[in-house]
């Protein structure tokens, strides 16, 4: 048995050392490894401090998009589109001191087609020099300037870069791009785009496609090698009219999907179109919002997903703070650990590592960070309304010195995939009935929802109005949220009992299905300058008029109005709290 | 959009852009429909309403990039630049009075398919109307508060209605071979590697097919081909001191086919790689008053930026420009054997494809050839449809970038002497002069990079031409030296005077002109010239030392 157990033991390790070589191996690896060996060993300026860490990251892109209007594909070519780019990070001092906190230029180069190694490493000689100059001046100003001010000494005490275990894994190459490519997405966009041509109203519309595969790699003077597998699709179908009083009615259904196989069957994108145009047409027609309002909304589906990740998208990530300047812009969540931060019923859960939920396949997930750090495979953040930990990379601070492995970028963290969870819950069904219940509790005649739209920068275009006495619900549009942040969180009503995956640009949210949140404010939107109307008439709706009448759409008359006076006032009707 | 050719080029080809030959048409056809109906309606809003043109650029590219031998890129692109111009007011006075800036340019998708090109060209020429009545206004209030203008001629006038459509493009026999060009490419880069002390080595080639349209409400309907390759071949080194030492070959041709055959390139790229070893240890030259000549190409240059700028006709209206030449028409001007003309008609000079030819400007008036100066005697300035004071009526020169206002620039300029001399007669005289003045040397200007010249009144009326390859000639017969870090300046009327003599063979430069209206193919050829009195002064510099570590490909110690 101990044999057995022994002889598995030397076969695991002989097909992970083959693993590690197979990527050693690896053309982009090699090239890296060789120039990044070099500069390492002998990158030095006289009497200039030399680089004790560089890491060079590498991305090997292929891209492709489709777009198509009104039934036809605009885009003049859609093969796909391969490119490289590499970034030097490099740093002069020790672990301790190296301010790799306070800088970061952001340049990136963008490598040859062709896998040539003599110019891949002349690309990398050449930015590894400029960066190291550019670094060591940056150092020895900095320690300079460090000399004038008095730091609080456990500041001091901290290390600017945490050490790490270097990892040497290979999760897998470049997702192939199907042979078909994006091509047998034609037709469907096309029939896609086709369903705006019966609104010649709606006069910008489009159905775009976008596939991204890519593969990341990071070499390390600690010894890190690891290449790992990027892949994103995004299908958009957007569409906007100009509204009577100047005003842009724009909607649009994105689709985030890590392979293109994910993403919805036709009948459900048709349907996604066909929203959208119902909406356009409906938010065309609606009441304005009037008064003020501060009381229960409802949010729902992808409302709520934009809501959680504006609210704890970027805040809850670890700020070091800076040892040479004072810093009062900047929200500290350190500090706050341990205290309430949002309502007691929730908790938010950091799962980087999770690759499916409710049998899709989520956006966010990684098994290594930008750092090449593994991260764990869950984290809470908060419980039960307290928060508990932070999302942390290799800065260390005073309350996490190890690194957390949720490095998104230089000093960006993610989660990855966040969960939210309520324990306060009512079935799908119920939650109208609670929102009506909640209004009435304080006495309102009218309640508010925040349906499937797009809620960004903490603004939604539209939302519905419930009569409480009767249930009977009404668009509206021109209003906006006051205050509308994080602490609003601290007011949650209730959640649905079932939660959903929404999936967004290399981020997803678990959530319930829908959530109230009391006091919450609004306003009519008091913005005076709109944009005047175009004053040619539509000419999409001149040929139709032309060419007679449509069983669809019945044009309005055109205005005919003299140069930039004011348009004619419409008769709107108006809804009052 | 950009599209890697690379991936894809054997399956699918270009066939994504190969449009059926109507299709073409139909661009056209939408076009002058909207503009119709958009002025009709829009006439009736507002009678001031007097003129109205749209202008659009349907552009292919094909780019291929190498590096020191290796691909760094293969792609190709299409897209249309959509210009409405709209006029508001009269032709004596409009919004475009003096208005440099204000295009607002749109796009049109590259599809064929008349309600997608009417919504593009509706919402633009919505935005460009309210711009028009905004600068209108703007322009009718200048009146009101500040003192008359210098210059009272009209804003606009009149030109002859003209149709004329090139036919449909066949842009399936006009793609390049892009194996042969990349094979080419990789070779010349290749080149550059082979010596040590260069840092970069890049050949690269742009094929551009352009298909313009113009429709105006005056009836006039163009439609222009044209296509245009430009390779060029760069590389750079680093002199110990920090300066960065780079050299061009520029090569210009209609299409492909006609670039310069591969062994006389390798020539080029060889001989510019040893000039570049040579600069990295040539002395850094002082400044410097004496006499000095001007190569084919650098004299090119130079009569571009110092003189042709100062012939385009439009600037002239504002009180801000210099006026160099304005009262100045029958006036000489330059020695009495010199000649220019600007000539857009032109495809060829001498055996060299010029790149400032076109058969229509971007006001639609039919380009034509002007002399500009006639022994030594100013005759004309490039004008566009803007007149000024004492010039009336456009010459087709108004040009501008895709998207832009069309102003006055330059096409292909010719610099013309009545008498010349050898090279060697010439290089004598800078001898000579240099002895009489007493300096050991004089200058010759072998190559530019290009140059600027400043035209307004605010700032000094100077001129910098940037030199890349020059050499001292020394009075006493002694052996040319290269020299590194000169520039050429100077200012305009001074230095026009001191052009004393020219030799008998013409160079020709051709590039890209960058100026209010963007940047517009242009060409210059010119004899070389012999100025008696020129003055230089340092090249500002990197000081960035030289990278550390050697070239990756040259370390023995690392491989």
Known sequence: MLKKILLSACSFALVLGAGAQELRDNFYVKVLSEELDRNIRRLRLPDLGKPFFISYKLRNTVSQSLRAERGRIV??????????????????????????????????????????????????????????????????????????????????????????????????????????????????????????????????????????????????????????????????????????????????????????????????????????????????????????????????????????????????????????????????????????????????????????????????????????????????????????????????????????????????????????????????????????????????????????????????????????????????????????????????????????????????????????????????????????????????????????????????????????????????????? | MIFNLRLRLAAIGLTCIIQPLPAQDLLMTTLTKELNREFGQLKKADDRLYYMSYRVDDITTYNIRTSFGAVSGIDSSRYRIFSPSVRLGSYQLDNTHNAGFGQFPGTIPVVNDEDIIALAVWKNTDNAYKNAVQAYEQVLTNKKVKAAEEDSAADFSAAAKVVYHDPPLLYAALRPDVDALVKNLVAYSALLKANPDLLAGVANIEFKIIRKYFTDTDGSSI???????????YSITKASDGMELPLFRMYYAYEPQGLPSRDSVLRDIKEMSTTLTALRTAPVADPFVGPAILSGRASGVFFHEIFGHRLEGKRMKSDFDGHTFKNKIGSPVLPSFLSITLDPTLKNVGNTEVNGFYRYDDEGVPAQKVTAVEDGILRSFLMTRTPINGSNGSNGHARTAPGGIPESRQSNLIVKATTSKTAAELKELLRKEARKQGHEYGYYFEDVQGGF??????????????PVEVYKVFADGSPDQLVRGVDLIGTPLSMFRRIVAADNTVETFNGMCGSGSGWVPVSASSPAIFVDLIETQKKSKSNERPPVLPRPDLDDASH
């Open chain 1, 75 to 577: 885009t003049p070519f859609s093969g796909p589109s391969e490119t490289k780019t590499a970034s030097v990070k490099l740093l002069v001092g020790d672990y301790h001191r190296n301010f790799d906190y306070l800088f970061n230029d952001g340049s990136y180069i963008v490598l040859p087609d062709e896998n040539n190694a003599d110019e891949f490493r002349r690309v990398l000689w050449l930015e590894t020099d400029r960066a190291y100059k550019k670094t060591a001046q940056q150092y020895n100003a900095t320690m300079a300037a460090l000399k004038r001010v008095t730091v609080d000494p456990k500041e001091l005490e901290l290390h600017d870069l945490s050490r790490i275990r270097a990892e040497v894994k290979d999760l897998g190459e470049r997702p192939p791009i199907p042979r078909a490519g994006i091509e047998r997405w034609k037709p469907l966009l096309e029939k896609l785009s086709a369903l705006f041509v019966a609104y010649p109203q709606i006069t910008t519309s489009s159905c775009h496609l976008a596939v991204t595969h890519a593969e990341e790699y990071l070499v390390s003077s600690e010894g890190a090698i690891i290449r790992r597998p990027v892949s994103q699709a995004l299908l958009t179908i957007s569409a906007a009219m100009p509204g009577d009083d100047g005003t842009n009615i724009f909607e649009t259904y994105d689709e985030y999907v890590t392979r293109i196989d994910d993403l919805p069957d036709a009948t459900a994108l048709e349907a996604a179109a066909r929203g959208i145009i119902k909406r356009i047409l409906e938010r065309d027609q609606a009441s304005k919002f009037e008064g003020a309002y501060l009381g229960p909304v409802l949010f729902e589906g992808e409302s709520l997903s934009n809501l959680i990740s504006g609210f704890f998208r970027y805040s809850l990530g670890v700020n070091r703070k800076s040892i040479l300047y004072p810093d009062n812009s900047t929200t500290f969540y350190e500090d706050k650990l341990g205290q309430k931060l949002v309502a007691a019923d929730l908790s938010l859960t950091a799962l980087p590592r999770l690759k499916a939920y409710g049998g899709r396949h989520t956006t966010g997930a990684f098994d290594i960070d930008y750092d090449g750090v593994e991260p764990p495979d869950s984290l809470v953040l908060v419980r039960n309304g307290v928060l508990k930990s932070l999302l942390n990379g290799r800065t260390p601070t005073r309350k996490f010195q190890e690194p957390g492995g949720f490095a998104y970028g230089e000093r960006a963290y993610s989660a990855g995939v966040l969960k939210l969870t309520a324990d306060k819950v009512a079935p799908l069904k119920d939650m109208k009935k609670e929102l009506v219940k909640a209004a009435k509790e304080e006495g309102l005649p009218y309640a508010y929802i925040v349906r499937n739209v797009n809620v960004s920068y903490g603004q939604a275009p539209y939302l519905y109005r419930i009569d409480t006495a009767t249930l009977k619900e009404e668009l509206l549009t021109g209003f906006k949220f006051t205050n509308l942040n994080m602490r609003s969180m601290r007011r949650f009503v209730i959640a649905a009992n079932q939660l959903r995956l929404w999936n967004q640009s290399f981020y997803s949210v678990i959530c319930p299905q829908s959530m109230i949140i009391g006091e919450i404010e609004l306003e009519a939107e008091n913005s005076v300058v709109k944009a005047k109307p175009i004053i040619v008439t539509n000419p999409l709706l001149d040929k139709k008029a032309h060419s007679g009448p449509s069983g669809v759409f019945h044009p309005r008359p055109a205005h005919r109005r003299t140069s930039l006076e004011a348009a004619p006032v419409k008769t709107r009707r108006t809804s009052k709290k």
């Open chain 2, 223 to 233: 439609i222009e081909n044209s296509t245009s390759t430009w390779q060029s071949v």
């Open chain 2, 453 to 466: 010249t400043s035209i307004g009144r605010t700032m000094p009326n100077a001129f910098n031409v940037m």
